[in-house]
């Protein structure tokens, strides 16, 4: 049993800044690469960014030197600061786990938090 608790979306100005968060529990689970991505209305899912037990963080173009991925290996937590916001970030966003309860390698997603850039 898997659960991702996701948190930290809302409404802000084009340039403001908003904190994602994104908890996973677990008791047997062992993370591979905790990280978001996001999904604009008409649009297909996208990667935002990624970081893996490896100590790599990945980051798509239009993000980059905007968004800063950050984890809690404690908590099993990972943190997405967004800062200079645009209306283009508006989306839906996801938290997105790789990892086992066991043996097998599994896909885990939150239920998703709404972001809204507008004036």
């Known amino acids: 049993q898997v659960q991702l608790v996701e948190s930290g979306g809302g409404l802000v100005q084009p340039g403001g800044s908003l904190r994602l968060s994104c908890a996973a529990s677990g008791s047997r689970l062992s993370i591979y690469a905790m990280g978001w991505y996001r999904q604009a209305p008409g649009k297909q899912r996208e990667l935002v960014a990624i970081t893996t037990n490896g100590g790599t963080t990945n980051y798509t173009e239009s993000v980059k030197g905007r968004f800063t991925l950050s984890r809690n290996n404690a908590k099993n937590t990972v943190y997405l600061q967004m800062n200079s916001l645009k209306p283009e970030d508006t989306a839906v966003y996801y938290c997105?786990?790789?990892?086992?309860?066991?043996?097998?390698?599994?896909?885990?997603w939150g239920q998703g938090t709404q972001v809204t850039v507008s004036s």
């Open positions: 997105y786990v790789r990892g086992t309860p066991g043996i097998v390698t599994v896909d885990y």
